[in-house]
């Protein structure tokens, strides 16, 4: 015997209603069941078609969650091989930096280690390694970024942005030439009629290449001398910075040179120059507080005189 099952709508919008409902979850439960068949008797359905009708639309319902359940594995599959890829690229770039200062001894044709001037062959001293085109590179770069450090309101050192402005037609030749570039933003400015089109370059890399350049030349003299500069400079900015706002009338000024005061002592205590600074800035920060606390005793007193004499005035005269 066939049953004819219509592919369009069988039973009446309600009954339909109540069946897609409750085959959402693609299962259907006893008291689900119970109830499609209480609505179908009353509206006078054949039962057991409404059963076979029922059955066909749980075992599509299944397919369907079946199938996207496959995506959604297929998907987290293919994602893990791309973070595997990804991976492996990663260090294959790495292996490709390692290699890439890996030195052949012009004496013995020996190979001289990554952070390492002298061949563990022969012991001959590599002279030109310090001269490698990537350290020179990089040291390039931090001296270039190291211009645009300021002091933020809590005392440590960030790298400003350095503005250009150019033509229309130059801003749109550099938007999509520079699209991919990490350390370049653009934006225009709207002052009244007039634009600006503006192009930032971002000097965030320093940090993190001053660490990479340690990492990676550390152990050479020159690289040593050089880092210990970045240092002193960054010190010599916060001293510069302190010594400004010390001697500002606006307490607040005060304030924030205790907070780059904490910098110095924080990050360059170590240094000896910082040293001989930290106990000279303490004295003066002391010496600004205690002035301060002055000052708002003699104002106080002088505020409480004028109350007086206004009293007074009011009642010799009131």
Same mark, same amino acid.
């Not at 959604?72 to 290699?99: C, F, G, H, N, Y």
């Given at each position: ?20 409902? %409750?085959?959402?979850?693609?299962? !259907?439960? *006893? &008291?689900?069941?119970?109830?499609? +068949?209480? $609505? ?45 890829? %990804?991976?492996?690229?990663?260090? !294959?770039? *790495? &292996?490709?930096?390692?290699?890439? +200062?890996? $030195? ?215």
């Amino acid at each position: 015997m066939f049953v004819f099952i219509k592919t369009t709508i069988m039973f009446s919008e309600r009954l339909e209603n109540l069946i897609k409902a %409750a085959l959402q979850d693609g299962a !259907l439960t *006893e &008291q689900e069941k119970a109830s499609i +068949i209480k $609505r179908a008797q009353a509206e006078g359905e054949d039962i057991d078609e409404v059963d076979i009708y029922i059955q066909s639309l749980v075992q599509k319902k299944q397919q369907e969650l079946a199938k996207e359940a496959q995506e959604a594995e297929t998907a987290r599959i293919v994602a893990q091989k791309k973070e595997r890829e %990804a991976r492996m690229a990663s260090e !294959l770039e *790495e &292996q490709k930096q390692r290699d890439h +200062i890996m $030195r052949k001894c012009p004496v013995c044709g020996g190979i001289i280690p990554a952070l390492s001037n002298v061949c563990p062959h022969c012991q001959h001293v590599i002279n030109s390694y310090e001269t490698d085109e990537k350290m020179m590179e990089m040291m390039k770069k931090i001296t270039a970024a190291s211009e645009r450090m300021r002091i933020d309101y809590d005392g440590n050192i960030y790298l400003d942005e350095k503005e250009n402005t150019v033509s229309k037609d130059e801003y749109e030749r550099l938007t999509k030439e520079w699209k991919n570039k990490p350390n370049i933003r653009f934006n225009i400015v709207t002052l009244g009629k007039n634009k600006y089109y503006c192009w930032y370059e971002k000097f965030d890399y320093y940090f993190p290449l001053l660490s990479e350049l340690e990492k990676l030349y550390g152990n050479l003299p020159k690289v040593q001398e050089f880092l210990m500069e970045q240092k002193r400079k960054r010190l010599s900015i916060l001293s510069n910075e302190f010594i400004k706002k010390i001697n500002d009338d606006d307490f607040d000024e005060v304030v924030k040179a205790e907070k780059i005061l904490n910098t110095i002592t924080g990050t360059y205590g170590s240094l000896p120059e910082a040293q001989a600074l930290i106990s000279q800035y303490q004295a003066k920060i002391e010496e600004r507080k205690k002035e301060t606390k002055v000052k708002g005793t003699f104002k106080n007193i002088g505020c409480a005189i004028i109350i007086v004499i206004i009293l007074l005035f009011c009642i010799i005269f009131g």
